[in-house]
């Protein structure tokens, strides 16, 4: 009798054995295979989820198949179990266990904003309004506010942030891209400022600014940044108005419909250095780094005008003679 509860207890072992290895190649198989999305896809896990529902909602989005296979997952790899809140993306060459893997691993995805060189504040306002996953806290703020809530010296932004790609976790505020952007101009102007060329007619980091961001606005052309800094610099050294377009079209606002007539150069506003001495009271666009090197170590020049040439460069000149003999020739390549 003994013998024969014995060999019971040894059949239903390794049958037990047997249905729990044949289980746990099934649920290999489920967590080896590739996942059914064909695209990108993001899945959130918010603080408190339980790893069931993780897996719901990857059969709620069509990522896997339902199976009662799942539900041994955790009891056969527990290991897999320990999952972590955030927004993971889920690429369609993944199998199961890799967007298990991934949510345990904390590695969110990470978005990003590219805040571009030459825009004027208001655009990267609407840049960052359009970001998904993003928390728009600047909706119903002034700039005033906008530049208090980041720590910025100045309430007008526009100039004080750096233009660069910036990179951001889901749940992450407009606010935060922002303060990112202010503090890293911060830091370079700060070191641009250090090493700058002692004897500029500019005397402040704003000014700076200021200057960058018209040199920003006049030419796209790396090599042509210096040589319209020099001229700027040689007409505030003889107290000769800049008279540059681009910050009359930023003194227009909102007026500005892609022309500028000759009324609008002689129409007062604090922008219009056509009618001002000196330079704009704040910058007029975002400028990068290499217009902020521009203005802060501009080559020595004779220049003191420049037009456009028709062919995305201007020409240089040193006298008025030569710069209206180099007005007619742009306006015969328009003509043309």
């Not at 150069?265 to 056509?274: E, V």
Request: neutral net charge.
């Amino acid at each position: 009798m003994l013998k024969k509860w014995i060999f019971g207890l040894l059949f239903l072992s390794v049958l037990l054995g047997g249905a729990t290895l044949w289980s746990y190649q099934q649920v290999k198989s489920v967590l080896n295979e590739p996942i059914l999305t064909t695209s990108e896809t993001f899945i959130t896990v918010n603080t408190g989820d339980s790893f069931s529902k993780l897996l719901d909602q990857l059969v709620a989005l069509n990522v896997i198949n339902p199976s009662t296979w799942l539900e041994l997952i955790s009891r056969l790899e527990p290991q897999l179990a320990h999952i972590k809140a955030g927004t993971y993306q889920i690429q369609p060459d993944m199998t199961l266990r890799e967007v298990i893997t991934l949510v345990g691993s904390g590695k969110e995805h990470q978005f990003s904003v590219t805040l571009i060189d030459g825009d004027h504040f208001k655009a990267w306002l609407t840049t960052l309004s359009q970001r998904p996953y993003m928390i728009h806290d600047t909706e119903s703020m002034t700039e005033a506010e906008i530049a208090k809530a980041i720590g910025a010296d100045h309430k007008d932004l526009e100039g004080c942030l750096l233009p660069n790609t910036y990179y951001y976790t889901a749940g992450a505020t407009d606010l935060s891209v922002l303060k990112r952007a202010y503090e890293q101009m911060q830091d370079f102007l700060g070191d641009a400022w250090a090493n700058r060329e002692k004897k500029l007619p500019i005397t402040t980091p704003y000014q700076a600014l200021i200057m960058a961001s018209i040199i920003e606005k006049e030419t796209a052309l790396p090599k042509e940044r210096g040589l319209v800094a020099s001229v700027f610099m040689n007409r505030l050294r003889i107290g000769m108005r800049l008279q540059t377009d681009p910050t009359v079209i930023y003194g227009l606002g909102d007026k500005y419909d892609g022309n500028i007539t000759r009324k609008d150069l002689r129409t007062p506003t604090p922008y219009n250095t056509y009618v001002i001495k000196g330079l704009p009271p704040t910058p007029i666009a975002m400028p990068n780094r290499a217009s902020i090197l521009a203005a802060l170590n501009p080559p020595t020049s004779p220049y003191y005008y420049f037009v456009a040439n028709g062919k995305g460069g201007h020409v240089f000149s040193v006298t008025l003679a030569e710069h209206n003999r180099a007005v007619q020739a742009y306006l015969k390549t328009l003509k043309n």
